[in-house]
């Protein structure tokens, strides 16, 4: 069974532009929670998607978004980049819609210059 | 919201000893405590989990231990590798809350020959 997937794996933005990542699930993984991964903050938690809705939201501001599709991939995107937004944003999909194990992708290097 | 405290942030152990990572939670609805290993570039990778309705589990070298009177669970590894230095994270969630985990800030566990 393929594993989580996301593209890219690396992108270099500058301030202002905005960005867009994609998340693939595990085949089957219904659920799709989003990572912030910085090293002064952390995991920190942006939102989940279970069949198309917006389950849970982190304490993110409107500028980071996100969506899920038919297929279960999902993509979040970033508007108006700022510096402190470069991290490592992490996805992770799981089966059950109820605490179920998270299975974690690889992760999108983001740097904004 | 849940916060998740976790100590120590560095743990440094000589190979065979035991290790000892501790957290607290605040929110007494959290109910699944699941832990994460982090090698160096990697994704995250569950390596054990507890839920609230049982005190103690145990995987081979791995245990967690869950007090929900005092609201803490920890890690236990027993005679450490050096394959199990990484940084370890755990994490409270609420079973039926969807799948948003709320992480503690990590641990760096090194452990020397």
């Known amino acids: 069974k393929a594993g989580v997937t996301q593209t890219p794996r690396y992108l270099i933005k500058t301030r202002g532009q905005q960005v867009t990542l994609s998340c693939s699930p595990i085949?089957?993984?219904?659920?799709v929670s989003w990572y912030q991964q910085t090293p002064g903050q952390g995991l920190q938690f942006l939102f989940e998607?279970?069949?198309?809705?917006?389950?849970n939201k982190g304490n993110f501001p409107g500028r980071f978004s996100g969506r899920q599709f038919s297929n279960s991939r999902s993509e979040m995107n970033v508007s108006t980049l700022e510096l402190g937004d470069s991290a490592l944003y992490l996805c992770?999909?799981?089966?059950?819609?109820?605490?179920?194990?998270?299975?974690f992708g690889p992760g999108t290097r983001l740097t904004v210059l | 919201g849940e916060n998740v405290e976790q100590h120590p942030s560095t743990l440094s152990v000589q190979e065979g000893d035991s290790a000892v990572i501790k957290c607290t939670y605040s929110?007494?609805?959290?109910?699944?405590f699941p832990w994460y290993k982090q090698e160096l570039g990697k994704r995250p990778q569950l390596i054990i989990d507890?839920?609230?309705?049982?005190g103690e589990k145990k995987d081979q070298r791995i245990a967690v231990t869950l007090n929900k009177t005092a609201k803490h669970f920890s890690l236990h590894i027993t005679e450490t590798q050096p394959e199990d230095s990484a940084v370890y994270f755990c994490?409270?969630?609420?079973?039926?809350?969807?799948?948003?985990?709320?992480f503690g800030t990590g641990t760096q566990l090194k452990v020397e020959l």
């Open positions: 994490a409270a969630s609420i079973i039926g809350g969807g799948n948003k985990l709320t």
């Open positions: 507890i839920r609230s309705n049982v």
């Open positions: 085949s089957g993984h219904r659920s």
């Open positions: 998607y279970f069949s198309e809705t917006q389950r």
């Open positions: 992770a999909s799981s089966f059950l819609a109820v605490g179920d194990e998270q299975f």
């Open positions: 929110d007494s609805a959290s109910n699944y």
